[in-house]
T-cell receptor
């Protein structure tokens, strides 16, 4: 009964080779987020969608893009992965935006860049 | 001013002990303080949360203590169990302006059997 599903669990890509990570949700939530979490660091918000409205964080590199074709799915595209992009990528959802909205996280995709 | 500072980075306690994890913030506009628990290979999950109008909140064996004047809050785990071994993140968010969560750097807790 997983509610936020991320695939694949592990992803290996080559330096500079585009990669796409996927996330799906069964909660029918309006908001979907992508976080980057490096080892022993806090999750860092990259961007989020409120419905179809895309909201990019100011410090998110242009190398990272996202697509949300429908309510249930959201994709993270890394156009030219560098070694520094190796991390756990977490997808999360919330019913709405605003304080005290509970975040529901997926299990993450661990990205390795060779 | 947007940071949430969390300590310690790691913590080892014996079963039955009471680990305490501390967080501090600077932005007085923050008004919601959740704690997330993350097991290896899993995404974080909401554990417990508090608003600054109360000084303490308990849910089962988990308690948040909140000190508004000191801008600090902490998580206490009573009668800790090996199954509590996980990474714990504090976070903060605010109602006005950007609502996004600011996470602490996490505390890796290990409870020994």
């Amino acid at each position: 009964d997983a509610m936020v599903i991320q695939n694949p669990r592990y992803q290996v890509t080559q330096f500079g080779k585009p990669v796409t990570l996927s996330c799906s949700q069964t909660l029918n939530h309006n908001v979907m987020y992508w976080y980057q979490q490096k080892s022993s660091q806090a999750p860092k918000l990259l961007f989020h969608y409120y419905d179809k409205d895309f909201n990019n964080e100011a410090d998110t590199p242009d190398n990272f893009q996202s697509r949300r074709p429908n309510t249930s799915f959201c994709f993270l595209d890394i156009r030219s992965p560098g070694l520094g992009d190796a991390a756990m990528y977490l997808c999360a959802t919330s019913r709405d935006v605003g304080t005290n909205e509970k975040l529901f996280f997926g299990s993450g995709t661990q990205l390795s860049v060779l | 001013q947007q940071q949430v500072k969390q300590s310690p980075q790691s913590l080892i306690v014996q079963k039955g002990g009471i680990p305490i994890i501390n967080c501090a913030y600077e932005n007085t506009a923050f008004d919601y303080f959740p704690w997330y628990q993350q097991f290896p290979g899993k995404g974080p999950a909401l554990l417990i949360a508090i608003r600054p109008d109360v000084s303490e909140k308990k849910e089962g064996r988990f308690t948040i203590s909140f000190n508004k004047s000191a801008k600090q809050f902490s998580l206490h785990i009573m009668d800790s169990q090996p199954g509590d071994s996980a990474t714990y993140f504090c976070a903060a968010s605010r109602a006005s302006g950007t609502y996004k969560y600011i996470f602490g750097t996490g505390t890796r807790l290990k409870v020994l059997a």
